[in-house]
């Protein structure tokens, strides 16, 4: 029964990943036929890393809480998990983690804290990377979005240990759930935010290939791509009810590259990078499956001939 309902999460978020795609697929075409193969390389390279950096928060979240995994089985977790964020609805990826979870001993209480605190620190050093690239490659393209910076005192008053662990221990009680058996640290909170940050400049580079293909580039515009993804997907965050921010992230995307590109190119680009990274999911969530299978096989037959 548990392997025929992984079947049917992983069918469904194809499914709705398809939908994606399939809507878009005369801007796709588009997109993709003033890309050369270089870019789109390059740039999934980059959303793979990125993706990485993704994970690699919501582990060192996880081990923080007392939880520690091994990379290989944490990205299976974390990467298949993932593939829910296509799905309607935003509970999907966190239950198709703690079920996975549980049955490597991660408790489902302390599955779920490291999934939702994941969400406010890729918010909150997105929001800092953001401001900071943006206003070294272009001040005035801020401005419009100053009101969202106004998050980051009310993030860094959050995620102070003490008060992160009482609003963890609180919600936790209102669940009817065991406390955790770990409280938060400094240290863990700033190893996440650290893979955070290299997630979003790797992003960021992703963005860069693309637009190096419309005759920008240089220093100051990396770091405009850079920004201008963190912007954009914070904004996407803040969205739950559409599947993996659809639409709103690459609506904002649009409006942060207008300054730089006419609308039709940022159109192009938004959707270019959506695609490589609904792409970089897809690789990321196969290789890390793939890869646990075989430590697996490796561990009952130690012969690495039959192992392969």
């Known amino acids: 029964m548990r392997r025929l309902v992984r079947v049917a999460f992983l069918l469904v978020a194809l499914g709705f990943g398809t939908w994606v795609v399939v809507g878009q697929w005369e801007g796709i075409v588009a997109g993709f036929a003033r890309l050369s193969?270089?870019?789109?390389?390059?740039?999934?390279?980059?959303?793979?890393?990125?993706?990485?950096?993704?994970?690699?928060?919501?582990?060192?979240?996880?081990?923080?809480?007392?939880?520690?995994?091994?990379?290989?089985?944490?990205?299976?977790?974390?990467?298949?998990?993932?593939?829910?964020?296509?799905?309607p609805g935003s509970l999907w990826p966190v239950l198709a983690q703690m079920e996975m979870g549980r049955e490597l001993g991660v408790p489902r209480s302390r599955s779920a804290a490291a999934f939702f605190l994941t969400m406010p620190v890729q918010l909150g050093s997105g929001l800092v990377i953001s401001g900071v690239t943006l206003l070294a490659a272009l001040p005035g393209s801020v401005a419009p979005y100053a009101w969202v910076f106004l998050l980051l005192p009310a993030l860094v008053v959050v995620f102070e240990p003490k008060v992160i662990n009482a609003v963890l221990g609180f919600g936790l009680r209102k669940l009817r759930r065991e406390p955790l058996e770990r409280p938060l640290t400094r240290r863990g909170i700033l190893t996440a935010m650290g893979w955070a940050l290299l997630g979003w400049t790797a992003y960021g580079l992703n963005l860069a290939a693309i637009i190096h293909e419309f005759g920008l580039s240089g220093v100051s515009m990396v770091l405009f791509s850079i920004g201008a993804f963190a912007l954009s997907w914070c904004l996407g965050i803040m969205t739950f009810v559409v599947p993996a921010g659809a639409g709103v992230r690459e609506a904002a995307m649009v409006a942060v590259l207008v300054p730089v590109l006419d609308r039709g190119s940022a159109i192009v680009v938004a959707l270019c990078s959506r695609i490589v990274i609904i792409l970089g999911d897809l690789v990321c969530a196969g290789a890390a499956g793939l890869s646990a299978r075989r430590a697996v096989a490796a561990r009952r037959d130690p012969d690495p001939r039959k192992a392969a």
């Open 37 to 87: 193969v270089q870019a789109l390389v390059l740039s999934l390279v980059a959303v793979v890393a990125a993706l990485c950096g993704g994970m690699m928060t919501w582990r060192a979240l996880l081990a923080d809480l007392g939880s520690p995994l091994p990379f290989r089985t944490a990205a299976k977790v974390f990467f298949v998990g993932q593939l829910g964020k296509y799905i």
